[in-house]
């Protein structure tokens, strides 16, 4: 692994677990410190997690941890509920084994990254899951919509989301694959539902105060 590609991965899990809370300013100068490596390396950093939606950098104020609002938060689960449980029927109808077997390999990806305490991958895992899942139903526009959502859900999570957020707790994604396999489009429909309103409902909408990081200390060696 690059150097670059450890920081990056670094600075997405404090994010993600919290360690880095939505809205912290992230200084090149002081991040460069604790890394050990050139500021350049640090910015590099920074923008491809600003291209993720994970940083904001602003024109003279530099980078920042980004903070979706509640609004948001729930507007995009919302969404969420209004379409994946309808993408279902059409789904089933190009599901075969070939594609329960793919799905069921990423399931094992999701639970050894739980079972790792790998939050970040657990959160990514998901969204693939079931953005992949939408791409399946043969909308491509619906399934270009669910993608977005999925990646900005990511982003809900790391800012406002537990570990109950993911994994077991909002339901294990083999039940579904379970459903699927067995051509029961109602009871995989209402699992989607329930599935996304515990997302919704786990979700701690409670702003947090920025903290005075000690950058030195997360990620000094």
């Known amino acids: 692994m690059s150097n670059d590609e450890n920081i990056y991965r670094q600075m997405l899990n404090a994010i993600v677990e919290h360690q880095l809370p939505p809205g912290a300013r992230l200084p090149e100068d002081r991040l460069s410190e604790a890394f050990g490596v050139s500021r350049t390396g640090i910015r590099k950093v920074?923008?491809?997690?600003?291209?993720?939606?994970?940083?904001?950098?602003e024109k003279n104020k530099g980078a920042q941890v980004n903070h979706p609002s509640k609004a948001e938060a729930l507007e995009v689960l919302d969404s969420r509920l209004l379409i994946e449980p309808q993408l279902i029927p059409d789904l089933l109808t190009h599901w075969n084994a070939e594609h329960s077997e793919r799905f069921r390999i990423m399931v094992t990806e999701e639970k050894h990254a739980e079972e790792s305490n790998?939050?970040?991958?657990?959160?990514?895992?998901?969204?693939?899951?079931?953005?992949?899942l939408a791409t399946l139903a043969g909308n491509k526009v619906l399934a270009n919509?669910?993608?977005?959502?999925?990646y900005r859900s990511s982003l809900i999570l790391a800012a406002y989301g537990t570990r109950g957020s993911?994994?077991?707790?909002?339901g294990d994604h083999s039940e579904?694959?379970?459903?699927?396999?067995?051509?029961?489009a109602d009871k995989a429909q209402h699992w989607m539902s329930h599935h996304l309103k515990h997302?919704?409902?786990?979700?701690i909408l409670d702003s947090k105060p920025e903290e005075n990081i000690d950058f030195q200390k997360l990620f000094g060696r």
């Open 46 to 57: 920074l923008q491809r997690l600003a291209l993720e939606h994970f940083v904001v950098i």
């Open 145 to 150: 919509f669910v993608q977005q959502l999925c």
């Open 176 to 184: 579904l694959l379970d459903l699927l396999d067995q051509g029961h």
């Open 118 to 132: 790998q939050l970040a991958d657990s959160i990514q895992l998901t969204a693939r899951f079931h953005y992949e």
């Open 166 to 170: 993911v994994g077991c707790e909002c």
């Open 199 to 203: 997302i919704k409902s786990s979700l």
